[in-house]
């Protein structure tokens, strides 16, 4: 590292050169492979990098703002990807240079994400693709998005599902914004009309989507529920244990009692996601990750309920409902009432909390499946 930064002083080198020679000398992720950006060490070290770096005043790649690239398609394309994929795509990535998005979810396949009807047809090296994506957070910033998309209707609907990276600038693709609850729109439906994707695009083989799909899936839980090293106090608890101590007039022995609660769940939670994030070999998340997306779910609910109620008066206001296009979310720039309400969808995003138990009952527990009758049904004959 010091032999890189001597090559490379950061207050000289401009951004984007600094960071490609970064991860050209395997300084990006340094679990990732050898000539990926990484150096095949253990993912614990990379906390180690990244701090060096900082203290050196080298420029960061904006994490927050590829959250999806970084946190699910950089693992998927590992995992999946050819060689010619990862070369072409996870150094852009990684720099910053390209957003990534999901497009995922449908009007018509949440949950049941099998069940989704954007359908891809083969037309000899190219795919024609056609369909209605909806709730893609940062499409309107993306040049990537991750697709599932029904390459094959006869068969039942786990089967045939195949999964590819489409050029949001493509003719075809056209992004709108949807409005949230927060008042601004950090989501979008995205309308596909006759889309070419090239073969060369699609990731993992054809008919295989869903076994992709979950390994993005599950990258997206972890991403979510235990993404990065956190200090203590970090997340939702910060703010509400500054209030606290700055506004002893608003203390109540009721509300001492549940703050506490609080602050001790978000420190297991916090101790919790960092066990998680030292099992983790690169690309191969488990269902685990289900359980730290399902906590962090129901923690930022109760912690910004509690905020809230903390702000007395106050929290009956809010900011600025103004329609905004946010490059990110960020819970902390804003007021109490703004991390109340983004909290709502923790519950629904990366899959419902209720998808997220039953995973944990099924393949961390060991409980009985729930049954699954439309499972040998042709997609096209399961009732609409
Ligand atoms: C802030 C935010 C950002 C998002 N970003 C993206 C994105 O970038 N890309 C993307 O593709 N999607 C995104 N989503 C969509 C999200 O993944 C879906 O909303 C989610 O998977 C639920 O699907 P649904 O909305 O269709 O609800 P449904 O699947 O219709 O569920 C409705 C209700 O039924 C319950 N339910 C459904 N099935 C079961 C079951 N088997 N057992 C028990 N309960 C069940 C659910 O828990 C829920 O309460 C985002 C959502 C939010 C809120």
């Known amino acids: 590292m010091l032999a890189f930064l001597a090559e490379h002083d950061p207050r000289e080198t401009p951004k984007q050169d600094f960071l490609n020679a970064r991860f050209d000398a395997g300084l990006a992720w340094v679990h990732y ?6 150096l095949g060490l253990s993912r614990s070290l990379q906390q180690v990098v990244d701090a060096e770096f900082a203290a050196a005043g080298s420029p960061g790649n904006d994490a927050e703002r590829n ?7 950089a693992p998927t394309i590992v995992a999946y990807g050819t060689d010619e994929q990862r070369r072409r795509w996870l150094r852009e990535l990684w720099t910053g240079r390209e957003i990534w998005c999901q497009l995922f979810s449908e009007p018509g396949a949440g949950s049941d994400l099998a069940t989704l009807a954007t359908r891809a047809v083969r037309d000899g090296d190219n795919w024609v693709v056609s369909g209605q ?3 893609t957070s940062l499409a309107h910033h993306a040049q990537r998005g991750l697709l599932v998309a029904r390459s094959d209707p006869e068969v039942p609907k786990h089967q045939g599902l195949t999964y590819f990276a489409v050029d949001m600038t493509a003719p075809g693709v056209e992004v709108r914004p949807l409005r949230q609850i927060t008042g ?3 989501f979008n439906e995205v309308f596909l009309t006759d889309v070419r994707i090239p073969d060369a695009d699609r990731i993992g083989p054809v008919g295989e989507g869903w076994k992709v799909a979950n390994a993005t899936l599950m990258s997206e839980r972890v991403s979510i529920g235990a ?3 956190a200090p203590r106090e970090a997340g939702m608890i910060g703010p509400a244990a500054a209030t606290w101590r700055s506004r002893p007039e608003l203390r109540t022995p009721g509300l001492h ?8 769940d978000a420190e297991v939670a916090r101790l919790a996601g960092e066990r998680l994030r030292q ?7 488990g269902p685990e990750g289900s359980a730290a997306k399902l906590v962090l779910a129901r923690l930022n609910q109760d912690i910004s309920g509690f905020e809230l109620e903390l702000a007395a008066a106050d929290g009956l206001r809010y900011d600025d409902w103004s329609m905004r296009r946010p490059e990110h979310a960020n819970f902390y720039s804003r007021g109490p009432g703004y991390r109340y309400l983004r909290a709502r969808g923790n519950s629904i995003e990366g899959g419902t909390s209720e998808i997220m138990r039953n995973i944990i009952a099924e393949r961390v527990l060991g409980l ?7 499972k040998d049904v042709p997609w096209k004959d399961l009732p609409r």
């Open 227 to 229: 993404s990065r090293a």
């Open 279 to 285: 099992q983790l070999a690169a690309g191969q998340p």
């Open 257 to 264: 009692a549940r703050l506490l609660r609080l602050w001790i």
């Open 184 to 186: 601004e729109a950090e």
């Open 133 to 135: 994506k909806v709730w």
């Open 67 to 73: 959250v999806i690239g970084l946190g699910m398609a």
């Open 33 to 38: 492979p050898e000539g990926l950006g990484g």
């Open 368 to 374: 009985p499946p729930e049954p699954r009758v439309d």
